[in-house]
């Protein structure tokens, strides 16, 4: 029989079902449905946009009119591009994995817009200032590294489009996009905006709880976020809808590779049990998109052929990533930039997050369950 600590050691293994703090910003899988700050994911998702979303993560509240054109107003003057950041850009390398330049870009910007603030005061006058600079400059920081390094034009910021879904798309695109697209652009930003203690909003909060700055807590959530068992996740998912011609040719290549014990990218959740609630309003937009789009091959027929033969061998389902690939792909959008999008929309949860954590902080220290040797005697440097 295992020992009591093992036991304990295998059901806390990556803190599966552990309650790690308190947050009044998100619940997920808890009995109340997916909602932020108490509005249901479905009633934001069908009637907001991002811009909403992203103040009512902020700020506590929905906004009103006057409230939501004043910020984005703002978040428009944040997406320009200090020249010392796009030197930086133009430097690294064309090969990088975009995740890789906007994490650089993050903490370049951290170098170039210092956050002061009061630790022993806990003051943070300059919180909500740095983190609309942030929303507001990550796209911008991808579509200039993007066109830099694929035609080498210096692209410049200025754009008519007032939301960050308006754009991302016109500025990868450098046209203006289609009305379809920005919407369902909102819809994705808001299912992506938070989730509660992932594990990328988790690292946010670990990182200000050392009272580091907002650059510290965002950079290192990117790093977070980057692994397919996060949010790599939609860009693992379009790369294996990719490889199949046919739904049939998909249904055999998921058994293939369910029979050697692959994990299938963008199907199951730590938290979630029998479906993400948030696949259903993508999976919808990933069909229109393939309508608008003709789907010429085949796409969507094929994510259906996958999630169902998910579903008969494993009860697995798809999670938000799965149709989020395929909706992206349907807009024109290269798969490498697909986890960047992520952060377009998550910094807004990770602030809040970081917010939150600041305004009643305590360290994040856990403890750890040895299990290394004991008692080994010393051996001295000529004996080794
Ligand atoms: C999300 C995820 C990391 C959750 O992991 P978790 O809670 O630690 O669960 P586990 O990885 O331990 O999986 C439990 C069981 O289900 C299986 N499983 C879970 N997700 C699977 C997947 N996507 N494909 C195949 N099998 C999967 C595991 O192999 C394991 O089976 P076993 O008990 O026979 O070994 C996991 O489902 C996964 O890796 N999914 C793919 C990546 C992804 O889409 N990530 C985005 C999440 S929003």
Redesign the pocket.
């Given at each position: 029989m295992a020992a009591p600590t093992e036991k304990v050691a295998k059901k806390v293994?990556?803190l599966?079902g552990i309650s790690a703090g308190e947050s009044a910003i998100c619940t997920c899988g808890t009995g109340h449905g997916l909602n932020y700050r108490g509005y249901d994911i479905y009633d934001l998702a069908e009637h907001c946009e991002f811009e909403e979303v992203a103040y009512l993560l902020l700020k506590e509240k929905l906004p009103n009119k006057a409230e939501l054109e004043s910020f984005k107003k703002e978040l428009i003057a944040a997406r320009s591009l200090p020249k010392e950041l796009k030197e930086v850009l133009k430097l690294l390398p064309k090969d990088a994995h975009p995740m890789d330049i906007m994490r650089t870009a993050c903490s370049t910007l951290g170098c170039l817009e210092r956050e002061e603030y009061d630790v022993f005061k806990a003051s943070f006058p300059n919180q909500q200032k740095i983190g609309i600079r942030l929303l507001g400059i990550f796209p911008s920081v991808l579509t200039f590294w993007h066109h830099y390094h694929t035609s080498g034009k210096e692209i410049n910021t200025e754009s008519k489009q007032d939301s960050i879904a308006g754009y991302f798309l016109e500025s990868l695109h450098q046209k203006e996009p289609k009305e379809l697209w920005v919407k369902a652009m909102h819809a994705s930003l808001i299912l992506y905006a938070e989730h509660e203690f992932?594990a990328s909003t988790f690292t946010a909060r670990v990182i200000t709880a050392t009272m580091s700055d907002v650059y510290a807590g965002i950079t290192g959530a990117i790093g977070a976020l980057r692994g397919?068992?996060?949010?790599?996740?939609n860009e693992?998912?379009m790369d294996l809808i990719e490889e199949f011609k046919t739904p049939e040719q998909a249904t055999q290549g998921i058994l293939d590779k369910?029979a050697r014990?692959?994990?299938?990218?963008?199907?199951?959740?730590?938290v979630y049990v029998e479906k993400?609630p948030r696949n259903v309003v993508i999976k919808k937009w990933s069909k229109r998109l393939g309508e608008d789009v003709k789907d010429t091959k085949g796409l969507y027929p094929i994510s259906e052929a996958i999630e169902k033969v998910?579903w008969d061998q494993?009860k697995?389902f798809p999670?938000?990533?799965?149709y989020s690939a395929s909706a992206y792909h349907f807009m024109g959008i290269p798969t490498p930039y697909f986890t960047p999008i992520f952060i377009f929309s998550r910094t807004a949860g990770w602030l809040a997050h970081i917010f939150e954590q600041r305004g009643n902080n305590k360290l994040i220290r856990p403890s750890s369950q040895y299990t290394g040797p004991d008692n080994k005697a010393f051996v001295p440097m000529d004996k080794r």
């Open positions: 293994g990556g599966a992932n397919p068992l996060h949010g790599g996740a693992a998912a369910l014990k692959d994990k299938i990218m963008g199907f199951g959740h730590r993400d998910m494993k697995l999670n938000l990533d799965f």
